[in-house]
């Protein structure tokens, strides 16, 4: 399928986030890619440098991370948002730590952007900052244990709700209105109000 899509046309192909080191599956789909017109090109993104040896590629393009400076900056329009005027110097100088700790990976700092959402207590910023997930980040030299908090300080419906999407294969396109019903038939969806549909529960719940 991918050849008949592929042969005689000039094309860019984007594999993104390769973890395979296994030259003999590259070998093969490598195979299905010769059939492209002149100029064809395969851009792979991996965090893998085994991976980009392993394929053979030219100088790979290492990309930067943000800066102290800009990751900063993305943390605090997350947690902040535009109501910078509350944010204290005790406060800043947490956040400005916490940002260092990301390495300068945007979703990192979006993950923990949204954890500090609605903190003002110096105490709940440090129990972040002085987190035991940071040595876990460390450990595996991946966010994965960041991600995972993210998903622990779900409220236990959303949890169910983002659960539930595990069951749909990867990259499969979920439809928003079947997905809602779904749910509601799981009873994932609860209505506190009398006012609220739970069309509009689950909206907000996406």
Known sequence: MLRDKLTGKRYLLVLDDIWSESFEKWDKLRTYLMCGAQ????LVTTRNKTVAQTMGVGDPYVLNGLTQEESWGLLKKITFGDDTIEVNRSL???GKKIAKKC??????????GGLLQGKREEKECIDILQGAFWKLCEDEENIMPMLKLSYQNLSPQ???CFAYCSLYPKDWEIKKDELIQLWMAQGYLECYDEKQRMEDISVTNL
């Open 103 to 112: 390495s300068g990976i945007p979703l990192a700092i979006r993950t923990l």
């Open 39 to 42: 100029g064809s090109n395969v």
């Open 92 to 94: 800043e100088s947490i």
């Open 158 to 160: 959303l949890r169910q």
